[in-house]
């Protein structure tokens, strides 16, 4: 039982340079997110998708692009990496419905030189 | 917008009590708790629903005040592995949307 998934944990690039980060769940799960977690700012949501094919901007989406075509995967790509970007990911699921929770991913580093 | 939580930081001694709140200035359909200690992702701890009860298990409970948008997250007789990062996420939106509050920083010392 694998779970969800985030490759690679720990990312160095350069500024300008195109950056994926994958996340994959077993679950099958309709929702799936992505995250971003800076001091002082908690938990920000980038993207989200609520299925195959749908996705839709969250609080703070500029620079990132995201797609899915498949319901297990969810990548998040950095299309011109900045410093500002520089931050700890996470990638979340959900079945959906009110009664069900969040599962995150273990989370991808990474530092934008 | 994000949720207020309070206080943003407390250190406890062994076997004290704790209550952390969050605050919405929207209505809420429910409020999620998540812990996340250094370095690893946030982990859940319980979800309370509109219409929902009061929720907990072990030594660790909340409630959710619909008519002020308000949950409250009790920690009884703490204990060391609950030091960490405290989280309340909001759910007033479709598309199952989360929105985070900025953390408490919990320290429980011997």
């Known amino acids: 039982d694998a779970g969800i998934t985030q490759s690679p944990r720990y990312k160095i690039t350069e500024t300008g340079r195109q950056v994926t980060l994958m996340c994959h769940q077993t679950w099958s799960h309709s929702y799936m997110f992505w995250y971003r977690q800076d001091l002082g700012h908690g938990l920000r949501l980038i993207y989200y998708?609520?299925?195959?094919?749908?996705?839709d901007k969250g609080e703070v989406p500029d620079g990132y692009v995201v797609s899915r075509s498949k319901t297990e995967n969810f990548p998040l790509t950095l299309e011109s990496a900045t410093r500002s970007q520089t931050s700890v990911y996470f990638c979340?699921?959900?079945?959906?419905?009110?009664?069900?929770?969040?599962?995150f991913g273990p989370g991808t580093r990474l530092l934008v030189l | 917008q994000q949720p207020v939580q309070s206080p943003q930081a407390v250190i406890l001694r062994e076997g004290e009590d704790a209550v952390i709140n969050c605050s919405s200035s929207k209505a809420l359909y429910s409020v999620h708790w998540y812990r996340q200690k250094h370095g690893e992702a946030p982990v859940f701890l319980m979800i309370l629903l509109k219409g929902g009860e009061q929720k907990g298990h072990d030594k660790i409970s909340a409630s959710f005040n619909e008519k002020k948008q308000q949950s409250s997250l009790y920690l009884t007789a703490s204990q060391l592995s609950y030091s960490g990062t405290y989280f309340c996420?909001?759910?007033?939106?479709?598309?199952?949307?989360?929105?985070f509050g900025t953390g408490t920083k919990l320290q429980v010392i011997p």
């Open positions: 998708s609520a299925a195959a094919d749908i996705t």
């Open positions: 979340a699921s959900t079945a959906g419905g009110l009664g069900e929770t969040q599962y």
């Open positions: 996420g909001t759910l007033s939106g479709g598309y199952q949307k989360v929105t």
